[in-house]
């Protein structure tokens, strides 16, 4: 390539560039959160907080073991809303990574903020039927399912900045349950969650809480980053 040909490559591209959209600064979070919450989908929110109320009721009558029903059950909706919503990219998604207004950071960090709200309402709802139902301690039922929720979302929100391939993800976080429902079949959970403090669980949950936000920063800090989409 000659000298005269790469200045005018060089020309073409400052021309394009000058002419693309440009960012002025990063969007708020309420913004962020409204356009996310906007994304989902109202009808499959209130069938996924059904299913999930029934399906811990119904396994929780069948096994007598509320605190493990509740351990495994209140994460489950988060699961399906973040591969939904943000492991695998729809249409509104690719429009904003197209017009480079809001970056894949910024909407990863207001999904996952909404689908986290979210599972604070699924949690408290299981925890309330399982309590009516079982009989068991409602704070005892919301801790347990809240603890695996927040560590679940932290860790997906961390991969999904760490790794561009949403398949990736994918994989990791069902081999993740896999390994947590081996665990539940080969072990005594049930004793073990009904043995632990309160405090312990606290101590557990904050711990999460705290993972969470290192991973919210981690994400917001790391520079745009513009998801890889497969297939």
């Known amino acids: ?24 600064g990063r969007a708020g979070m309420r913004v962020l959160l409204r356009l996310s919450a906007e994304e989902m989908n109202g009808a499959l929110l209130l069938a996924l907080l059904g299913a999930t109320v029934l399906l811990g009721v119904t396994v929780a009558r069948l096994l007598s073991q509320p605190m493990l029903t509740a351990f495994y ?11 939904r919503y943000v492991l695998y990219g729809n249409e509104r998604m690719r429009e904003l990574e197209e017009t480079f207004r809001y970056s894949y950071t910024e909407m990863l960090v207001g999904r996952t ?10 949690q408290i709802c299981l925890a309330f039927a399982l309590h009516g139902t079982n ?16 560590y679940l979302c932290a860790f997906l929100l961390l991969l999904s900045s760490l790794i561009r391939q949403q398949k990736t993800v994918s ?20 004793q ?9 669980y606290g101590i557990v949950a904050v711990i999460g809480l705290i ?10 800090t790391a520079g745009d980053l513009y998801v890889v989409n497969q297939g």
């Open 135 to 150: 009989g068991a301690d409602f704070l005892r039922l919301a801790l347990c399912g809240a603890v695996p929720s927040i």
């Open 1 to 24: 390539m000659n000298e005269r040909m790469e200045q005018e490559m060089n020309r073409t591209i400052q021309i394009l560039r000058a002419s693309m959209p440009r960012k002025t």
């Open 113 to 122: 903020a909404v689908i986290s709200l979210y599972m604070l309402l699924v």
């Open 211 to 220: 993972f969470y936000g290192a991973s919210v920063w981690r994400t917001t």
């Open 192 to 200: 073990f969650l009904q043995s632990l403090q309160m405090a312990a």
């Open 171 to 190: 994989a990791i976080a069902v081999a993740l349950w896999m390994v947590l429902a081996f665990l539940a079949v080969c072990f005594p959970v049930e």
């Open 73 to 83: 059950t209140a994460p489950l909706p988060g699961l399906l809303l973040f591969c």
